[in-house]
């Protein structure tokens, strides 16, 4: 029987990408801290530069705390047009190595390189040749994970950044996963990890050393994508037909909330932050949702369709608001919103706007209670 071949997986991932085009285009922004988005009061940071990373501006940051946070930040006016074309260019350079890529977003991709079509001869060489291609033709930086499986070559881009490179080999995978947070795996976002944290699950050999049983108990349908990862596991191909089928934001709150108006301007910072992924992308849905979290860890969500795509700013924000303000009075302090669009139309296909969403004609309600 013959070996099974090892597959070569890089995770490339642009250096704060956004902030990252700005500072580039404009001498003025280099070495300041820097945020792609709007100060306003209901604004919300989209990127943020490294200088403005060591204040702790972060994209998804309402506006108002990330100039608590730094007042010398700099706010500039996304240009998403300007970010797809440097898309572009790096994209071109991708594929001249192999014709397996999956983009994640406008800055970062998994390439399959165990057959590669030109090149050096590793993984590593490859993704340091890559690297240093995007520097030349766009004047920006990459960090890369090497790896034999996505998952791992993931976390390996994040751990030499900014532009730096990082290897994780089939000898060294499973025991470099027993070391780290768990709150770094993919599919652990901070909600999860709290709760990991809590039945005493802080790294990796924490999470290795629990049985399918116990996983299936506290994470149902998650335990097997877990207790893989655990032990440095992810068969998924690189799939460079997958489609994107949603696009949401969620984000919980320092303490529970029962005023309409704090739980609305949560809502619409997370449609700002999906508006931002939307564009960016020129991907545009035809369903808006609303996730609720209450105190007492209850949720619900709200959900309306509509017979044609969301393509304007105001229409997601109106929709997210028209759906949050179903569920006032809460009964319940809220410590968590989401807002999501699905339902995706053709990438980059252009659609008429929408008439206002309070018109209930072609419009389809389906809210739901979920536990």
Known sequence: ???????????????????SVEQRDDPSLRGRPVAVGSPAARGVVAAASYEARQFGVRSALPSVTALRRCPELVFVKPRFEVYRAVSRQIHAIFAAYTPLIQPLSLDEAYLDVTEKL??????WS?????????LQETGLTASAGVSYNKFLAKLASGHRKPNGQFAVTPDMGAAWVETLPVGRFHGVGPVTARKMA?????TGADLKAQSMIFLQEYFGSSAAWYYGIARGQDERPVDPDRTRKSSGSETTFDRDLTAPADIEAGVLQMADDVWAWCEAAQSFGRTVTVKVKYADFRQLTRSRSHSDVVTRHADLQAASLDLIRLVFPVEKGVRLVGVTVSGFDAPGRQRTDLPLFGRRS??????????
């Open 362 to 371: 072609g419009l389809l309600d389906t809210t739901a209670d979920t536990t």
């Open 1 to 19: 029987m013959a070996a099974e071949i090892t597959r070569k997986i890089i995770h490339v991932d642009m250096d704060a990408f956004y902030a």
């Open 126 to 134: 490859t993704a340091k040749e890559i690297r240093a291609r995007i």
């Open 198 to 202: 809590a039945l005493g699950i802080q």
């Open 118 to 123: 030109t090149g050096p001869p590793t993984a």
